[in-house]
């Protein structure tokens, strides 16, 4: 049976669905309420991040509350804001104990300073608006934090190649990182792929650690089955940490060498210090005798000599040296070295000799002194031995001129272009580095021989009196000669420069008929004999023009020293017939006046007669006026 008001209900129904599309159809009608809160918000630990919460739309009054859903699901409260008509009033509830404490800025964020890992939670934002409803969104907040340097614990043991089964290499540690990294291994810079099971063959196992800080820390420890090639072989860690916006990076650690033992496969033994290649040294030099096995640790060695097919322990040592300090010729010999490893396998040879030989070269002698004189044209033989191991070659040298080879050095027809220093020299062939030398000097006995500069003549083919020229001549001999000239003048001898022997002199003079006539004689001397050479002139002309003007000159000059002396003579003698004839001829007749002063004649007798103008010394007994 149905209620008494059903049929009003039923008849008002309609009526409500109307009003309600009405309503929604209004203008004025209040939109439901969204939200634009941003899913997943990612920072580096210690930077501020700000978490929006904006309502769409335009809503006069609401509420925005911020919620924290915590590990156990509870969500307290961290904040409030209600609009109140243009200004958002805001309350903080609980901080929840975080330093710096939660704020919310005036539009309604909430702002986290110096996010933490204990940050990273889902911060849920809720929205009341009144008849426009309720909104609620949530907001994922990511920590990232880049762990510490990679730090690497190597093994720092002897790892047997031996054992068959994987041991520990080395733990790698990466601490203080959000979120936990990943341990990677590489050996020789390639990444190692080994399982997180246990594996003969190697493996690894890991550890992480949340530290009192909410930071993760990852051990990570890394086993091998180890090989005889991982002596060498590099290895390191890496720690691969993840960044905001799905970047990553990697911190590697520090490269690490393993300590190995494994025995001794091949043995080395060779001569240390410098050798030739067919393996001789030098007497007197310092040899080293190396030995080398190739097994770690390093075994223990015995260095040998083989006499007569008996072992002479020499030195048993870990470094397997031997040193030969002023190596002798009788040290030459077969030595040995043996690896002491009693892990090797049984067909691996532990024992290796070799050959050593001592290479001397004993001083040169030569059949001859330091000295050898020989008379000129004549001929000799020297002869140079030597004693050597290896057998020694031996070469003739004159200032550095190759003669020959062979001990023999045969000289003939000798001259004095033979004179100097003669070189015999030994070496080995096959130890460049050992070499002698012995010399001798050879001196040619002989009377000089004589060069001379020939007289170059004149342009005009001919010499004249007076040209000056200079004559050399040159010589050489042994005993060294002796240079003179048949005139004066000569300079003293002295050697040529870059001719060896030579001496030379020289004489400057002015040719004349004489010399042209006799001609000028150079001569060289010494105890064996005597060389001379004469420089002729040929025609020499005499300088004529030069011959007058003397000659006319010298004429000139008697005539005049004669009046002179005529002159003072007829002056001297005072009433002589000089004086009595002039006066008969210049004086005028008796009774007859002379010329008046205005003549011309006058001036010129009065002074001449009477020695001046002035008519000075009349009447003087020494006067010239008073004798003529």
């Not at 916006?245 to 210090?273: A, K």
Request: proline share 8%; net charge negative.
């Amino acid at each position: 049976m149905e209620p008494p008001d059903a049929p009003a209900q039923a008849r008002g129904a309609p009526r409500l669905l109307l009003l309600a599309v009405l309503l929604a159809a209004h203008p004025d009608a209040q939109a439901e309420v969204r939200l634009s809160v941003p899913p997943l918000v990612e920072v580096m630990r210690g930077n501020s991040v700000i978490l929006d919460c904006t309502p769409t739309g335009t809503h006069d009054h609401y509420m925005l509350e911020w919620f924290l859903t915590d590990r156990s699901g509870a969500r307290p409260r961290l904040a409030s804001a209600e609009m109140q008509g243009s200004e958002l009033q805001v309350t903080m509830h609980d901080t929840r104990g975080r330093s710096p404490p939660y704020q919310l800025d005036s539009q309604g964020r909430l702002v986290l300073a110096e996010a933490q890992v204990g940050d990273e939670r889902d911060y849920v934002c809720v929205v009341r608006a009144g008849a426009a409803g309720t909104a609620e969104a949530t907001a994922r907040l990511n920590v990232f934090a880049k762990p510490e340097a990679t730090e690497v614990s190597p093994n720092k043991g002897t790892l047997s190649v031996m054992e068959d089964s994987a041991q520990e290499i080395a733990t790698c540690n990466s601490r203080n990182g959000n979120p936990a990294p990943k341990i990677t291994w590489y050996r020789n810079g390639q990444r190692l792929e080994v399982p997180v099971e246990m594996n003969p063959e190697g493996y690894m196992t890991s550890r992480t650690v949340r530290e009192a800080s909410g930071l993760l820390s990852l051990t990570s420890t890394l086993y091998l089955r180890l090989r005889k090639d991982d002596r060498d072989a590099s290895f390191h860690c890496a720690a691969h940490y993840s960044l905001p916006e799905g970047r990553h990076d990697r911190l590697d650690s520090p490269t690490f060498h393993l300590t190995l033992h494994y025995p001794t496969e091949h043995v080395q033994f060779w001569v240390g210090s410098p050798s030739t290649p067919a393996g001789w040294v030098r007497e007197g030099d310092t040899v080293q005798l190396l030995c080398r096995g190739d097994g770690s640790p390093s075994p223990e060695y015995t260095l040998f000599r083989l006499q007569d097919e008996q072992e002479e322990v020499l030195n048993v040592n870990l470094e397997g040296n031997l040193t030969l300090e002023g190596v002798t010729r009788g040290q030459s010999g077969t030595y040995g070295c043996r690896v002491e490893d009693y892990d090797a396998a049984d067909d691996v040879q532990l024992s290796k000799t070799l050959e050593l030989r001592v290479a001397y070269l004993d001083p040169l002698e030569l059949s001859e002194g330091k000295v050898l004189s020989l008379p000129l044209n004549s001929s000799a033989v020297v002869n140079c031995s030597v004693h050597g191991l290896p057998t020694p070659a031996l070469r003739w040298t004159k200032d550095s001129t190759p003669l020959g080879d062979g001990p023999m050095l045969s000289l003939s027809s000798i001259t004095f272009d033979s004179n100097g220093t003669y070189v015999c020299e030994a070496s080995l062939p096959t130890v460049p580095v050992l070499s002698r030398t012995q010399n001798f000097t050879l001196l040619v006995q002989g009377s000089p021989e004589l060069k001379t500069a020939e007289i170059e003549p004149k342009a005009d083919g001919s010499w004249r009196e007076g040209d000056e020229v200079t004559l050399i001549c040159s010589a050489r001999g042994h005993p060294d000669p002796k240079l003179s000239w048949s005139q004066l003048g000569g300079s003293p001898a002295e050697p040529i420069p870059g001719r060896q022997g030579w001496v030379s002199s020289s004489l400057t003079l002015k040719v004349t008929s004489a010399l042209s006539r006799d001609g000028i004689s150079c001569e060289a001397s010494n105890p064996h004999g005597n060389k001379r050479h004469v420089f002729h002139f040929g025609t020499v002309s005499p300088q004529t023009s030069q011959a007058g003007v003397a000659v006319m000159a010298v004429a000139v000059s008697v005539g005049l020293l004669l009046l002179v002396v005529a002159v003072f003579y007829c002056m001297r003698r005072k009433g002589g017939p000089c004086c009595r004839q002039r006066r008969e001829k210049g004086a005028p007749p008796p009774g007859e006046p002379g010329l008046s002063h205005s003549g011309s004649e006058q001036p010129e007798q009065t002074g001449l007669l009477m020695g001046g103008p002035s008519g000075g010394a009349r009447g003087g007994s020494g006067g010239f006026g008073d004798e003529c």
